[in-house]
């Protein structure tokens, strides 16, 4: 059984950082590409960014370049997201996801297999 566990949401105040995890079980965690995406009080949920398998690409929506970092550790069958300069409008639940796939539709939620429960990231003004 795949499962894939988020941890590390939480408040912070606009202008700080948070890391969050991502812990993947039940799958060859190197075979992934692995993505987060987010998801706003009544809003669609949205890509965030995701990186390949050997970690050695990653991509991230315009909006999101320079504030937010993707990367993962196979060893421990990890994803992380590392948000920096963060703002009121990043407030969301986060999920990570993994996809048996890397293109150019990485972007998008059917290329994703499995999903996590998510975690919830308020930031504050």
């Known amino acids: 059984q795949v499962q894939l566990v988020e941890s590390g949401g939480g408040l912070v105040q606009a202008g700080g950082s948070l890391r969050l995890s991502c812990a993947a079980t039940?799958?060859?965690?190197?075979?992934?590409?692995m993505g987060w995406f987010r998801q706003a009080p009544g809003k669609e949920r949205e890509f965030v960014g995701a990186?390949?398998?050997?970690?050695?690409?990653?991509a991230y929506p315009d909006s999101l370049k320079g504030r937010f970092t993707i990367s993962r550790d196979n060893a421990k069958n990890t994803e992380y997201l590392q948000m920096n300069s963060l703002k009121p409008e990043d407030t969301a639940v986060y999920y990570c996801a993994a996809s048996p796939s890397w293109a150019n539709t990485i972007t998008t939620l059917e290329l994703y297999d499995y999903w996590g429960q998510g975690t919830q990231v308020t930031v504050s003004s």
């Open positions: 039940g799958l060859t965690f190197s075979r992934y590409a």
């Open positions: 990186i390949n398998w050997s970690g050695d690409r990653t």
